[in-house]
């Protein structure tokens, strides 16, 4: 027969584990850190990395209604945007480095200087048609060509199966580009 | 008691700084508040009594100059232009009678005020949910405000489209 003891060293000895699984073995060390990450989170979460969640069925399928991405403002520091990035847009004219809190997400079909045409639901770049492998829908969308300045980029959301005149796209701005969308 | 003297200081320095920034508020600061209340104001709950719409549609007017001009154009829904101080209260009651409720925001805002702090512009980003719709109406939207009788006062308000 085995007999426990739960005398006042063991409650002792499990309450000081505890202190050291919450604080570490050196809580000014913890502290620290936890200072230090809480800081890192703070800068990369509103300043870098912005959390965003998609609010809409513009971007379906490839962002679904509700779902939490990032925009990635770092992205085009040392190159231009790209066609096919999906890209956060600020309504509002930009304002120094602050993040804004509501953004267009959209990708991008046309570059600077081309030229974009909706043409029975296909996008036609310069004449041309542009292979589109995001957009899944049926499309039936025809709208002039429109040609872009040096500092503008064409945009417009995956899902083209809603009707034309709900759907916000067109050119914007290459200081309202946000970012890229990381997930 | 020399450290007693420089609290003393501190406090009356601090107070004097404060009293002139109540005094003297800066415009933009001004401005923001104003167009809180204004979206306050334009909120409103459902299942308002006739008293507290009419009141509250007053208070939207309020926040108008008299011969305010108002251009809506969100696409997805039909356009509106008003004009003056009335139309602008007769709309915020019909809108009051007409949606269950509605929640209006103004998240981002860039205020640049004149040199003469008589006249700004605050380019703003509108966030609207009307009570029982399911998606929300985010547009941009630029305001022109002037000083009139000491109050920061809406004399122009036009949707703007971002993607053009």
Known sequence: MTETKSGPSQELRSASWLRI????????????????????????????????????????????????????????????????????????????WSAPHIMYFKRIIGLPGETVAFENGRVLVNGLILEEPYQKGPCDWNADAVTLGANEYFVVGDNRSMAKEEHVFGKAERSRIVGKALL | MKWLRFLLLAVVVALGVWAWMALHPDPERVIRRRLEGLARAASFEPNQGSLAKLVGAERVANFCSTNVD???????????????????????????????????????????????????VADLTLQAQVAGERDMIVQEVKVTLQKIDGQWLLVKLETVRTLR
Not at chain 1, 54 to 80: C, K
Not at chain 2, 75 to 80: L, V
């Open chain 2, 70 to 120: 108002v251009n809506i154009d969100v696409p997805g829904h039909q356009e509106h232009r008003l004009a003056g101080r009335e139309e602008i209260q007769q709309a915020a009651l019909a809108l009051r009678a007409s949606a269950r409720g509605l929640t209006v925001t103004f998240p981002d805002v860039t205020i640049q005020v004149s040199a003469d702090k008589q006249s700004a």
């Open chain 1, 21 to 96: 699984l919450a604080l570490g073995r050196n809580p000014k060390t913890t502290l620290i850190r936890a200072a230090v990450l809480a800081v890192v989170c703070v800068v990369v979460f509103k300043a870098v990395l912005l959390p965003v969640r998609v609010q809409g069925i513009s971007m379906t399928p490839t962002y679904a209604d509700g779902s939490v991405h990032f925009v990635n403002r770092l992205a085009y520091l040392w190159h231009e945007p790209q066609r096919g990035d999906v890209v956060g847009i600020r309504l509002t004219p930009p304002n120094g």
